[in-house]
């Protein structure tokens, strides 16, 4: 079981990038896959969940500029950046996580520890 996220570089304020998570040794069906990322000097903390049943969740700071989807007969989950800012400068990783529905995350929070299959993040800066 092991997920690998792809797709980090580096952009200028205000652009775009997608990154992927592919999935490797089991399918993505009955999972929820998270996005989290890593500042330098920060704690991990988790960005955005898409459940199963493709219900979605994001924090706050990024609602309305990123944009995750899966497609699961690609094995593959994909978070749409746009708009993006210096602050979203981090490492980006993506885990497996609860199978249950965008509410629960959007009650509870992402919670590192509740996910798993946590595979090599990409790095994105955001610099001018």
């Known amino acids: 079981v092991q997920l690998q996220a792809s797709g980090g570089g580096l952009v200028q304020p205000g652009g775009s990038l997608r990154l992927s998570c592919a999935a490797s040794?089991?399918?993505?069906?009955?999972?929820?896959i998270g996005w989290f990322r890593q500042a330098p000097e920060k704690e991990r903390e988790g960005v955005s969940v898409i459940a199963s049943d493709r219900s979605t969740y994001y924090i706050d700071s990024v609602k309305g500029r990123f944009t995750i989807s899966r497609d699961d007969a690609k094995k593959t989950v994909y978070l749409q950046m746009s708009s993006l800012e210096p602050e979203d400068t981090a490492v980006y990783y993506c885990?497996?996580?609860?199978?249950?529905?965008?509410?629960?995350?959007?009650?509870?929070?992402?919670?590192?520890?509740?996910?798993?299959?946590w595979g090599q993040g990409t790095l994105v800066t955001v610099s001018s």
């Open positions: 885990a497996t996580g609860p199978n249950l529905k965008a509410n629960y995350y959007r009650a509870a929070g992402i919670k590192v520890s509740e996910f798993a299959s």
């Open positions: 040794g089991f399918n993505l069906d009955y999972h929820a």
